[in-house]
């Protein structure tokens, strides 16, 4: 059986200016992203702290909360969110106070798109490589803090909830057998037979929402792979 692809990652444009979001929504989805566009600052904010992104792009002049505002709003949840700033506000104090509030990085307009891509190649590298962090199927964990972020909710984990539930996550898509979560998730805590795993699950599903893990009668269970976003315009 071949692998299954690696989903394509998926970005949120914060951005009011129609002709703006628009061009950066086509030109990322021409190469290999999936786009969604927001355009006031609340909405930012909620769909970010939804666990469904891999990284936004935020202008600070939004109706609403700013962009300023967002980012730092986002950082006081714990949301670990990477987040480029592309803004007409060139000042070195405007960048300055970008940065401190929680951004990833400052771009400002008129802009290279070449180089805006750059950048967010980079963040989602440095991202991949901080294994503190998994996000799938618009679940976002933090495996040292044991915390769960799902739908602008902040959910704590006990530590063999995590477990589980992170060993789904790095499984998205595949069907985990109850001996193999046993072995993996348990190793020799639970005997064989034991119902330990269909316990545990019950709690995620209370937890994180009773579809996001489906039952395959027979075989066991499987964490469902990303979806697309209802919060306007995917592409």
């Known amino acids: 059986m071949s692998q299954s692809r690696q989903p394509r990652r998926h970005l949120l444009i914060a951005e009011d200016e129609a002709h703006i979001a628009s061009y950066l929504s086509e ?6 992203f999936r786009t969604t566009v927001v355009t006031d600052g609340e909405t930012a904010r909620r769909a970010a702290m939804s666990g469904r992104y891999d990284l936004m792009v935020l202008d ?24 480029i700033i592309l ?40 991202r991949e490589t901080d294994s503190s962090v998994l996000r799938r199927a618009g679940i976002a964990l933090e495996t040292r803090t044991r915390q769960a972020y799902v739908d602008g909710r902040i959910i704590q984990l006990s530590a063999r909830e995590a477990a589980l539930l992170e060993h789904l996550m790095r499984n998205a898509g595949r069907v985990l057998g109850r001996e193999d979560l046993l072995s993996d998730v348990w190793g020799y805590e639970a ?19 009773a579809s996001r893990i489906t039952t395959v009668r027979g075989q066991g269970y499987r964490l469902e792979s990303d979806e697309l976003d209802p919060v306007r315009r995917p592409r």
Do not use: C, Q
């Open 191 to 209: 005997s064989e037979g034991s119902n330990i795993v269909d316990v545990y699950v019950r709690y995620l599903r209370r937890k994180l929402g």
């Open 27 to 32: 030109r990322f989805t021409a190469h290999g």
């Open 87 to 126: 803004t007409a506000r060139d000042t070195v104090a405007d960048t300055v106070y970008g940065l401190e509030g929680g951004a990833d990085d400052y771009m400002t307009k008129p802009f290279s798109f070449e180089e805006l891509l750059a950048r967010v190649r980079l963040r989602l590298r440095l």
């Open 60 to 83: 600070i002049g939004l109706p609403g909360e700013d962009g300023f505002t967002v980012v730092t709003r986002l950082r006081a949840a714990s949301s670990a969110l990477p987040v």
